[in-house]
């Protein structure tokens, strides 16, 4: 036994798993229409957060599940299991809001709502964009989040349609926000894995 062991103690198997395990961390596309642009935005992300190596970043577009609108259904559609099993297999989040009409879309409002305790006790980043840089949907995303025990943390990219995409379609971010992203997945990463221990 080492003196380090003998003053610290020995980390148990589980710990020493829950140390060396990499998070697991989805970028969230808060967006379903034609023509959106969150896609260039969650790449963008990722592109920043996969050069870091702390974790294992992916994409997650609620595109690909086709949920039904909450309630109008029988629930039975495969989407919504493959929804909850995906966000149960993640340890954290990174949002991609857009605002619309002050506030998120209907589609991640629709998508959060469809799961419950697979939310619970984990942390979230948002990255959002519109003409006020999307903080009155970031603002409202907060509270929901609350509501599904998710805590998200404050540092908070924000995204100009004026001076970060090209005629409002193509996205070409100004280089002040890098520091941003890094701060926020920072964050991200220390929070997923302190609340990890409450699951």
């Known amino acids: 036994m080492s003196f380090l062991e003998k003053l610290f103690g020995k980390q148990t198997?589980?710990?020493?798993t829950m140390t060396t395990e990499k998070l697991n961390i989805g970028i969230i596309l808060g967006s379903t229409r034609q023509g959106r642009v969150s896609p260039q935005?969650?790449?963008?992300?990722?592109?920043?957060?996969?050069?870091?190596?702390?974790?294992n970043y992916e994409i997650?577009?609620?595109a690909d599940f086709n949920l039904p609108f909450l309630g109008t259904t029988d629930g039975t559609e495969p989407?919504?299991?493959?929804?909850?099993?995906?966000?149960?297999s993640l340890d954290g989040?990174?949002?991609i809001v857009q605002e619309y009409n002050h506030s998120i879309t209907g589609a991640l409002k629709n998508a959060i709502d469809f799961a419950r305790e697979v939310w619970y006790n984990k942390a979230a980043g948002i990255v959002s964009y519109g003409s006020t840089g999307g903080a009155r949907a970031a603002e409202h995303l907060r509270g929901i989040l609350a509501e599904q025990k998710v805590a998200d943390v404050r540092t908070h990219p924000?995204?100009?349609l004026f001076t970060d995409f090209v005629n409002g379609t193509e996205f070409k971010p100004q280089e002040l926000h890098l520091d941003n992203v890094n701060a926020m997945l920072d964050d991200v990463l220390a929070w997923s894995g302190a609340l990890k221990t409450l699951r």
């Open 158 to 160: 924000t995204l100009s």
């Open 13 to 16: 198997k589980e710990e020493e």
């Open 79 to 88: 989407g919504i299991a493959a929804w909850n099993e995906k966000l149960a």
């Open 41 to 55: 935005v969650g790449e963008w992300v990722k592109g920043i957060a996969d050069k870091r190596g702390d974790a």
């Open 60 to 62: 997650v577009d609620i």
């Open 93 to 95: 989040f990174v949002f």
